[in-house]
């Protein structure tokens, strides 16, 4: 099957596409800032968000099957690339897109644990775009040819979250952090494996991906910067309200996607503290453009 993950140079689309290239998958991917890494890599191809001639071109000479957004940057030019894409899937049913959307479409609800089935409720201007493209793929689409990853925030070693907080520490400064916060986390590992279980079992609708179990925002960074052995000083914790604790947590009802959301929090302290940085074969957090 064909691949075309826009945003290929972050976080999510890099572990996306070399997971799909390993199950055996021919896959594009789509870089933006041109800073000399993907250049030689006849599987990348610049991209920059908005530019609908150069997308159009793209998706004539590669013909996907499969389109993966993990797109960041200006929303309307965002909007507009999603537009296309999905001018494109209404062309022919057998078209698919997998986009990648946020636990903030509920964000004006943060007093439960948000399931699949339930309607968005965004409030910050994020949650507010993510939603939009949720309900045009939904509404324009066959329901087959729609899959919706919901992500809560995503770690990993070389990602910004760590690399704020390394550089915080270097230069004697501090990093806000809220409690109480419930979170779950993912990584983008975690993320590629979910994405290759959705398309190996051929399944469609939205999925919720996350850690079963959840944390405390203030007490999961702490936990972070013990592992990478960072003075907890680097954090500001700022009580949110002594009588209510707020959620900002998904979980998923869908049985046949359980297996995908099996890990806890110590997993994903291991994948920062422990994961084996690829070098030379995977960006740094300063290198990534989207996620």
């Known amino acids: 099957m064909k691949f075309l993950i826009l945003g290929a140079s972050g976080l999510v689309g890099y572990e996306v596409k070399r997971q799909l290239e390993e199950a055996g998958h021919e896959v594009r991917g789509t870089y933006c800032k041109d800073n000399g890494r993907f250049t030689g890599d006849p599987s990348f191809t610049r991209f920059e968000v908005g530019n609908l001639q150069r997308m159009d071109a793209l ?8 389109i993966v957004s993990a797109l960041r940057g200006d929303f309307d030019l965002q909007m507009r690339t999603h537009e296309q894409v999905m001018e494109y899937c209404k062309k022919d049913c057998t078209r698919k897109i997998i986009f990648i959307s946020t636990l903030n479409v509920f964000d004006n609800d943060l007093s439960r644990i948000h399931v699949e089935s339930e309607e968005t409720n965004p409030e910050s201007d994020y949650g507010i775009y993510k939603a939009k493209c949720e309900k045009l793929f939904l509404d324009n689409l066959e329901k ?5 990853l919901r992500i809560p925030s995503v770690w990993s070693r070389n990602c910004r979250r760590v690399q704020e907080l390394q550089e915080a520490s270097d230069k004697k400064k501090t990093i806000k952090v809220w409690t109480p916060l419930i979170h779950n986390y993912t990584t983008p590992e975690k993320i590629g494996d979910a994405i290759r279980y959705i398309v190996d079992k051929k399944l469609d609708g939205i999925f919720h991906v996350g850690s079963e179990e959840s944390l405390d925002y203030t007490e999961f960074y702490r936990c972070v910067v013990q592992r990478l052995g960072i003075s907890e000083g680097v954090l500001a914790v ?3 309200s002594p009588n209510r604790i707020y959620y900002q947590c998904l979980a998923s009802e869908r049985e046949e996607f359980a297996a995908m959301n099996a890990y806890g929090i ?26």
């Open 266 to 291: 110590e997993d994903i302290l291991t994948e920062i503290s422990d994961q084996i940085i690829g070098g030379a074969d995977r960006p740094t957090a300063i290198e990534m453009d989207t996620f």
């Open 144 to 148: 087959r040819q729609v899959i919706i």
């Open 59 to 66: 998706l004539k000479e590669f013909a996907p099957g499969v």
């Open 238 to 240: 700022e009580e949110l």
